[in-house]
């Protein structure tokens, strides 16, 4: 074992690491002294040190949005006009976060591969691709397409692209990357084994996004190809609606470099993230961190004032992508059951909370611009999201709504 391996463990008090060292394969222990030299322990340190340290009082405000449905039909001609444009010019791409697995669901893989109960059923993947295919129709464009796994996953999605053929979208044009990941800690600030030759990592938070785009060159291949917006959203939205062109000729028209999309809450006691000020810049206060009070606060018109929910589709210009790509986000703890490997060897089943994970959010990046440009879109039209297995957010409450968008569709066609 190289000596600066023990040295790093030894510095930072993680020698346990090599507890079973001498009882591994040649190929464990490679595998283990490669992870241990990837690890930011410094960084794990000062996470850890810093846990309990409350985020600093800001004062929260109300933050302007515009309504989709009430821009008058002049801007909307003009926004759509620009917008088509820079798709048909090769301007935009794509990037769903699909880093995750579809325990919720029961489904036994990515959440990407989950097959939607359809009257013909069909994978997110695969709906999300016919989607990018009538874009193709209409504009003669292939939209490049980025898709964020995790190490949890990758393998198993490209598996699925592969076996599909890709859904008959050009190969060239899907491009795969892995989103970052952070080792836990036990509540001593020691890193969890999770077997005798691996330590336990777990992917970074979406906020991790933004520096998996950097650190895997896309941001690089985005500026090669001319790429100027870059529209970002979760994999479960079975309605996401990313190339959207009034909304990418009103970013453009406004000269803001981030715009997002919000649904109105259904009711103040609904449990999402609503967009605000915070210390005077664009941001997101969950709803575990909003007042009673603040929730139920109605302007003159008797809407919420605290009533935009952002669910997670976002506008990027490549600008600052690069900003916010060259700089970490901060990160947010979180206890979760972790199982682990005592010091006996034996692999335990945590039934409690026992170790931290740390995670940045995607949110926390809209700080880095002075204004962000918030649409309120109809939640029936654009947001059908599949979480739990039963109930809201289920495959049956998404399969309703994309139904229902669709037949829609065909009858204003």
Known sequence: MEEEIKEKLKKYGQEHVLAFYNELTEGQK?????????????????????????????????????IRSKLENKEKKLYTQ?????????????????????TRLGHNGPKGTYMVPLAIPKSIFQIFAEKLQEINKEYSVWIPWYIMTSDENNEETIDFFEKNKYFNYPKEKVSFFRQGKLAMLDTQGRVILNKKYEIKEAADGNGGIFEALYRNNILEKMKEEDIQWLGIGNVDNILLNLVDPLWIGMAESRKVLLSTKTVTKVN????????????????VIEYTEISEQMANLCDENGQLVYGQSYFGCALYNINLLEKIGAKKLPYHPAFKKCDYIAENGELVTAETANAYKFESFIFDSFKFTDEVLFLNVKREEEFAPIKNKIGADSPETAKKLYEAFKKKLENLN
């Open 82 to 102: 620009l917008g088509k444009q820079a798709i048909r010019s090769g301007k935009v791409a794509v990037c769903q976060m699909a880093g995750g697995q579809g």
């Open 268 to 283: 103040p006691t609904e449990k999402v993230g609503v967009v605000c000020k915070i210390g005077g810049k664009p941001g």
């Open 30 to 66: 490679r595998k283990l002294e490669e992870q241990v030299k990837k690890i930011d322990f410094s960084l794990l340190d000062e996470l850890f040190r810093n846990k309990e340290e409350k985020m600093k009082e800001e004062t929260i405000e109300p933050i302007n949005y515009e």
